[in-house]
């Protein structure tokens, strides 16, 4: 069985920084596209970024230089390092398996198969 359990959420300053975690079962991350992805309050849920197989990464633009995802192959676990938060990316964060290997773009949650619960992020302002 599939289960991912995100972590590391909490409330921060803005410009603050914040590490989430997400533990997989049932699969290996690294077998697999991962993505993280986020919901503001009212808002549609949104794309963060993706970590394909051969390691390779792709962000969206608002995050670029800011967020960076990686993974841990001896914990089968994946990460998201979130630098210089803005009020407006608070909200749940979630990461999430793909159907396959490749990773697609532009980043759409309907090619991901198993998803999280989400961990929340409050950024003060």
């Known amino acids: 069985q599939v289960q991912l359990e995100e972590s590391g959420g909490g409330s921060v300053p803005a410009g603050g920084s914040l590490r989430l975690s997400c533990a997989a079962s049932?699969?290996?991350?690294?077998?697999?596209?991962m993505g993280w992805f986020r919901q503001a309050p009212g808002k549609e849920r949104e794309g963060v970024g993706t970590?394909?197989?051969?390691?390779?990464?792709q962000y969206v633009d608002s995050v670029k230089g800011r967020f960076t995802i990686s993974r841990d192959n001896a914990k089968n676990t994946l990460s998201l390092q979130m630098n210089s938060l803005k009020p407006e990316e608070t909200g749940m964060y979630y990461c999430?398996?793909?159907?396959?290997?490749?990773?697609?773009?532009?980043?759409?949650?309907?090619?991901?198969?198993?998803w999280g619960q989400g961990t929340q992020v409050t950024v003060a302002s």
């Open positions: 999430a398996r793909a159907y396959g290997e490749r990773c697609w773009w532009p980043l759409r949650g309907g090619d991901f198969a198993y």
């Open positions: 049932g699969l290996t991350v690294n077998s697999y596209c």
């Open positions: 970590l394909g197989t051969t390691g390779n990464t």
